[in-house]
């Protein structure tokens, strides 16, 4: 059993040069949620390339299953997944194989491309896992599932896609899995494996609030209706929702994006605004929306406006039962060493995997990149000389190469691990 272990990571340690190879041409071509036609094709060739039993492609938009069926019998499945899409973020990082792409195409664009999330790593490193899982089949005791899901960040609000997407068009189908595995990569110090028991993401939906007046010339706005200041008291308004509910489970609304139709002589017909609401409990939800859709409408009412809002792409938090955890860290620990497995916080981020763990059950786990270390209270701060911290989804956002390796050990570790029984909730 040892043995493997050893073995599983000398062929990452191996294929380490060829996932920074990767990961830097990914980095290069990003391509945005619903449009990863290059990333999809160069993932399936490398997959077909390895010879796996099966390269299903084409699910749910670009979604890439590759299925590696193991040479010994095993009642188990287990799916390793990465998110392949980008964002319409500058790239400031700073490498020599940063983003110039430019998405004309795209709606609402054009729109500077770039990686800013760091799913290039996560897709190099789970290819970089099939590499070492493949060179290991004859000894796998059951099936591996590689998931490349696509729109993570979420599709165009006229199209369908992501992970639920992808359930939906049947990539579990068969054989369907006994544990999820995910990742991310995230500001913390090289080579830390963050995990934490109960939801390590939070609930999210997209929110569009379209305010309407009046249209009417710039210089006359008593005989239209404005609805720029009905927005403005919108966006004031919502400061105070976060003193409706309870501030022991932080909640978020945050307006990204303004939309207006207006022109500086023309008091426009519409103010839209588009935004994210996030929740730690997945409970306060529906009551955020309730009091953010009362507090839209009877604004834009003192306007003499109105205001419609709708919520659009909900996501479930990513939550980390403690019987996976306990299950898991035995194998996290022996990746990345014992002091680098560490509990974080949660955070108000979110991730579609939750769509496949809250289904299949699993795990999810982030990967520090970055050039920090922790403090006294264990929380992440830069080292002298080095990058800084840069959160994700800034222009400036970096990931360091000499990490991913973990991430293809982690990967590979995890999958022997649930495969042989060791690493599951139940027998
Ligand atoms: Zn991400
Ligand atoms: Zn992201």
């Not at 089949?137 to 165009?156: C, D, I, N, Y």
């Not at 993401?201 to 249209?215: D, E, F």
């Not at 507090?295 to 980390?320: F, G, I, K, S």
């Not at 800084?388 to 995890?414: C, E, I, K, M, S």
Request: hydrophobic content about 40%; proline content about 7%.
């Amino acid at each position: 059993m040892h043995e493997i272990h050893e073995e599983l990571d000398r062929s990452a340690e191996k294929a380490a040069p060829q996932v920074i190879a990767w990961r830097r041409h990914l980095h290069r071509h990003p391509e945005l949620s619903n449009r990863e036609v290059e990333t999809a094709r160069f993932v399936a060739d490398h997959l077909r390339a390895l010879g796996l039993d099966e390269v299903r492609t084409g699910i749910a938009g670009h979604g890439v299953v590759g299925v590696l069926r193991g040479g010994l019998p095993g009642p188990r499945t287990v799916a390793l997944r990465a998110d392949i899409d980008a964002l319409p973020v500058r790239d400031l990082c700073g490498a020599d194989f940063a983003s110039e792409v430019v998405d004309a195409a795209y709606p609402g664009g054009p729109f500077p491309v770039s990686h800013a999330c760091g799913h290039d790593c996560h897709t190099a490193m789970l290819m970089g896992a099939a590499t070492v899982l493949a060179g290991a089949r004859e000894r796998l005791p059951g099936t591996v599932l590689f998931v490349f899901q696509p729109a993570e960040e979420g599709p165009p609000v006229t199209e369908e896609g992501g992970a639920r997407a992808m359930v939906e068009a049947g990539a579990f189908a068969g054989p369907v899995p006994t544990m999820v595995f995910g990742m991310h990569v995230t500001p913390y110090p090289k080579g830390y494996v963050g995990y934490r028991v109960g939801n390590q993401y939070a609930a999210s939906t997209l929110v569009r609030i379209v305010v309407t007046g009046k249209q009417v010339h710039g210089s006359t706005p008593w005989q239209g209706v404005d609805p720029m200041p009905a927005a403005g008291g919108i966006m004031t308004g919502i400061g105070q929702i976060y003193r409706q509910v309870s501030a022991f489970d932080p909640v978020t609304v945050t307006i990204g994006h303004v939309e207006d139709v207006g022109r500086f002589n023309i008091i426009g017909e519409t103010v839209t605004l588009w935004g994210t609401v996030r929740c730690a409990v997945a409970s306060d939800m529906a009551e955020v929306q309730r009091r953010l859709t009362t507090l839209a409408e009877h604004t834009a009412a003192a306007y003499n406006a109105t205001a419609a809002v709708d919520y659009l792409q909900p996501v479930p938090p990513v939550h980390n039962s403690a019987e996976w955890v306990a299950a898991g860290l035995p194998t996290l620990r022996r990746v990345a060493g014992e002091e680098r497995v560490v509990e974080t916080g949660g955070t108000l981020g979110y991730d579609d995997v939750s769509e496949f763990i809250d289904r299949f059950g699993g795990l999810y786990v982030t990967l520090g990149v970055q050039d920090a270390t922790l403090d006294a209270a264990g929380r992440p701060v830069p080292v002298p000389g080095g990058r800084g911290l840069v959160t994700n989804h800034n222009p400036h956002f970096y990931a360091d190469d000499d990490t991913l390796v973990t991430g293809v050990r982690l990967h590979a570790q995890v999958a022997y691990a649930h495969l042989t029984g060791a690493l599951t909730t139940s027998p």
